[in-house]
């Protein structure tokens, strides 16, 4: 599956502004919620429970955060970019700038699994994350990723 099957151009945030964890994951739910016609508060509360068992900060600038939810037809993706970076508990310390948001149906765990692997593939690729960090806009941050995801 690719990235761009499930990341709506809407749900791509491309200069985040809060500060700490929990409001840049309040930012990264708010379209996430409206394409996936969920609440926004009991995505936040997955993630931040999700949060707790330890961060989705995987390091180099980029967090994953991600979870699944009861009563959702598909996997949802969204995207945004702290231009100042964040504390995100990262596990090197350094501030998180990119992230991706993944949320996924409660039974689909093949799924969920398989999309993560797929984002933190194209993560390791220094050059994409520096394309995306350098990008002004949500159809800049697009066409990025959609250059890179047919490639791979």
């Known amino acids: 599956m690719k990235i761009l099957e499930v990341l709506q151009i809407d749900a791509i945030l491309e200069d985040l ?3 700490d964890k929990k409001g840049i994951l309040e930012e990264l739910v708010a379209p ?14 997955v993630l ?14 980029v967090g994953i955060p991600h979870g699944k939810l009861k009563n959702l037809d598909d996997i949802v993706l969204g995207f945004g970019l702290s ?22 149906p409660e039974n689909s765990t093949g799924l969920h699994l398989k ?24 159809e800049e941050i697009f066409a990025i990723i959609q250059e890179v995801d047919e490639e791979f």
Do not use: C, Q, W, Y
């Not at 394409?35 to 936040?44: I, K, M, P, Q």
């Not at 231009?83 to 501030?95: A, I």
């Open 48 to 61: 931040l429970d999700r949060e707790r068992l330890g961060s989705t900060g995987i390091g180099g600038g």
């Open 83 to 104: 231009r100042k970076g964040v504390d995100f508990e990262s596990m090197d310390g350094r501030p998180t700038h990119i992230f991706f948001l993944l949320v996924t």
């Open 115 to 138: 999309m993560l692997a797929r984002i933190s593939r194209l993560l390791k690729d220094e050059s994409f994350k520096e394309r995306l960090t350098n990008a002004s806009s949500r």
């Open 32 to 45: 996430v919620a409206k394409a996936a016609n969920v609440g926004e508060e009991g995505l936040v509360k």
């Open 17 to 19: 502004s809060s500060t």
